[in-house]
């Protein structure tokens, strides 16, 4: 089975555009998770979804972020305007609330770098 | 906010020599579970550890939670230029049913041959 996919890898644009970060989740896992990793703040949690429904945006940074899971098998982060401070790698993570031990799995990254 | 703190930061050692790392809170967590991340990855799950003083081993790792729960160590012999990468632990909270993940900033291993 295909683990989750994230694209693009990586991202460069300049301040002010949009950005659009997209995930596939694996099969059959009901709950996704969008993570920001940076040397400063380490893996903080974003957002996460659980069968499709945002649960807790409580570390969006501000309205300027927003996300979508408009189906089991995709998920969006996007960002408008983006701005320099948002430069760092978007982790995508999935797990199925099923299984015993509540196991993350992580997609590559999105490496973004805002000019 | 529940914070786990990692120390190290960075560590450097020789090939074969043994280590430890550490992950602390002030909070306590229904588990913890650590993570190795390499460059360009994301980070891949070691192992869960549930019970206070639980002990796990995998391979050259052990893996150990503190009594209260609040804090735990991971422990590397003989290490490889394998083992190279970012140790993060992350404790699980299940407060409020969310089942949500806490990070700490990792321990940056290097192992030089």
């Known amino acids: 089975d295909a683990g989750v996919i994230q694209s693009p890898r990586h991202e460069v644009t300049e301040m002010g555009q949009e950005v659009t970060l997209r995930c596939k989740p694996i099969?059959?896992?009901?709950?996704l998770f969008w993570y920001r990793q940076t040397m400063m703040r380490g893996l903080e949690l974003l957002i996460y979804f659980n069968n499709n429904v945002p649960i807790d945006d409580s570390g969006m940074p501000e309205d300027r972020f927003s996300a979508k899971m408009p189906n089991a098998s995709f998920s969006t982060l996007k960002i408008q305007p983006s701005e320099p401070r948002d430069s760092a790698v978007y982790f995508c993570?999935?797990?199925?609330?099923?299984?015993?031990?509540?196991?993350?799995?992580f997609g590559p990254g999105t490496r973004l770098t805002v000019t | 906010t529940q914070l786990l703190e990692q120390s190290p930061q960075f560590l450097s050692i020789q090939e074969g020599e043994n280590l430890t790392v550490y992950c602390n809170s002030s909070s306590v967590f229904s588990s913890l579970q650590w993570y190795r991340q390499e460059p360009g990855e994301g980070p891949v799950l070691l192992v869960t550890?549930?019970?206070?003083?639980e002990v796990k081993k995998l391979k050259r790792l052990t893996f150990q939670f503190g009594d209260a729960r609040k804090d735990s160590s991971l422990h590397i012999t003989a290490a490889q230029p394998g083992d190279t990468g970012l140790y993060l632990c992350a404790g699980l909270d299940s407060g409020a049913g969310s089942y949500q993940l806490t990070f700490g900033k990792g321990t940056k291993l290097s192992v030089i041959p």
């Open positions: 099969s059959g896992h009901n709950s």
């Open positions: 993570a999935s797990r199925s609330t099923g299984q015993p031990i509540y196991e993350q799995y």
């Open positions: 550890v549930v019970t206070g003083g």
